[in-house]
């Protein structure tokens, strides 16, 4: 694979850096955007910045691998595995990532109104988005909606972690929350919910209904997105909450 053309060779209104500036970084292909972490290749003769960047990718994509996940949870010394990486590339290109990642955490600020499902997950990002493993988490509430707190509850393996509803409920109770919203995240990105979800959120808002503590919502999230089960199953019209 030979990526030989240089920046200096793209006429100045199409390079990386420029085109950001004038149309903003979300027009720009992800080899375009490690091309200007990098901001310079391997040198004469040998690959550019963005060479080097698709080159990046293409090494992150073998073996059917998604490159922007590996990428997402890469290992300074494998980064540098990669020909052509070493320690002030890497930690640039590192650095990025954990940015990135800190600035999608936002986390609002207890008391803050949660009153949509986009509020809830941002209120639970930091936990729950990016981690590899799978976390069980509760967003504690008062009667208006405003943000008591935050519990992870559950952390499973890559693929599975178990949120029984007693331990869910205990925690609600234990800290005076009137309201809860649950959710738990998948590694894999994919965010539709299994039956094992599907059954878990109808004991909670089976029990929500005994308790006469409205269950709110069940999110799921990962890879930069979430799922509202509230907006996509009909469970809350089985289990009415009173809300």
Known sequence: MTYCLRVAD?????RPRERLITNGAKFLATAELIAILLGTGQGAGKLSAIGLGQYILHELGKCDRDPLATLRNI?????MQIPGIGPAKATTILAAIELGKRTFQFRPDERTEIDSPITAAAALSQDLMWQTKERFAVLLLDVKNR???TKVITIGTATETLA???DIFREVIRQGATRLIVAHNHP?????????????TRQLLAGSQLLSIPL???LILGDGNHQS???????WDEYPQGD
């Open 10 to 14: 793209i006429p100045t209104n199409e």
């Open 75 to 79: 290992s300074p010394a494998e980064l």
């Open 147 to 149: 943000l008591l707190g």
């Open 164 to 166: 029984p509803p007693r």
């Open 188 to 200: 894999s990105g994919n965010l539709e919910p299994s039956q094992e979800d599907i059954d878990l």
């Open 216 to 218: 709110l919502d069940h």
């Open 229 to 235: 089960l509230r907006e996509i199953t009909p469970l």
